[in-house]
């Protein structure tokens, strides 16, 4: 009888892990507007005594995410070397783990924004207008503050794709009805657990992502939340 019980709990078991995964798949599926979400994380100088002016990019990293298959395609990474306040501050390293050397002789943010990484869309079709990508950061500060004012004074313009992008926090608060402080408090409640070191950037970009991908599996549906003038 014992056995019996056992056999017929372990098929339940079975079953209920089917039934549970067909539904992921059906939630994740769910009318969708963007094939792609590219995740990005921004990390940039900073000081807790006086900031660096103008602030500039130091860790330049976006995960492409399928949000039909909800893998992580495609990976872009780098650390770029400031232009005009090349030093890192202690407190900087100390906050982002990145070290002098990792900055050191590394690309600039010209080179990236010219070549690099529009070369790495290219690679993997995001240039393609029939396969819809949506930037996500959390918080609107990425495209909205850092990279304007960067490019602002290298008198450079954003790419036009740099334009939109959904806030995941706000994301987050359509599915819970809570605006969340931040990345931990939304893997806290979703209850995913952290991965890496809080503000390195693509360790950031991989727990946005994550959480990104639980809530498509609860049934959201990304569209975007700012839209910045050119």
Known sequence: MKVQFQIAHQCCKIHTRKVLGLYNREMANKKQLFKYLLVLDFEATCDNKHQPVPQEIIEFPVIKINTTTLESEAIFHTYVEPDVNPKLSPF????TGIRQSQIDGQPHLTEVLDKMFPAWMEQHGLLDPENSSLFVTCGDWDLKTM????CSYLKKQPADYFHKWCNIKKAFCDVTSKYPR???????????PHTGRHHSGIDDCTNIGNIAKELIRRGHVFKQTYYRHP
Request: aromatic content about 0%.
């Open 182 to 192: 931040g990345m931990m408090e939304m893997l806290t409640v979703l209850g995913i």
């Open 147 to 150: 990279l304007p004012s960067q």
């Open 92 to 95: 900087c390293t100390e906050l």
